[in-house]
């Protein structure tokens, strides 16, 4: 499965905000359910105001709960907790 251009755009923008030492975690609401998330936010200046551009959030809890991974058995497919043996 082939990541899509915008994603691939974000990741290295992410990196450089990472190596310059931009990146700001910031507590802000869920806009849906209103719960807590951390938000990790690539920090620049404009105007002499800084802007904060978010991420993605940190996963509550255990992260292997919260996603699944790339199937090696079908590169167009995802491991699913309910298949026998691919998850513990």
């Known amino acids: 499965m082939s990541i899509p251009s915008f994603a691939r755009t974000n990741f290295q923008t992410l990196l450089r ?3 310059d ?3 700001a975690l ?3 609401l869920d806009a849906v359910t209103g719960t807590a998330r951390y ?3 690539a920090v620049g200046r404009d ?3 800084f802007v904060f551009t978010p991420f993605g959030h940190l996963a509550d809890g255990n992260p292997y709960d919260v996603y699944l991974p790339p199937d090696p ?3 167009n497919g995802f491991v699913h907790p309910d298949a026998p043996g ?3």
Do not use: F, K, R, T
């Open 17 to 19: 905000a990472a190596g």
């Open 21 to 23: 030492g931009n990146l």
């Open 26 to 28: 910031m507590e802000c």
């Open 39 to 41: 938000v990790i936010c």
């Open 47 to 49: 105007d002499g105001d």
């Open 73 to 75: 058995e079908d590169p």
């Open 86 to 88: 691919e998850m513990p």
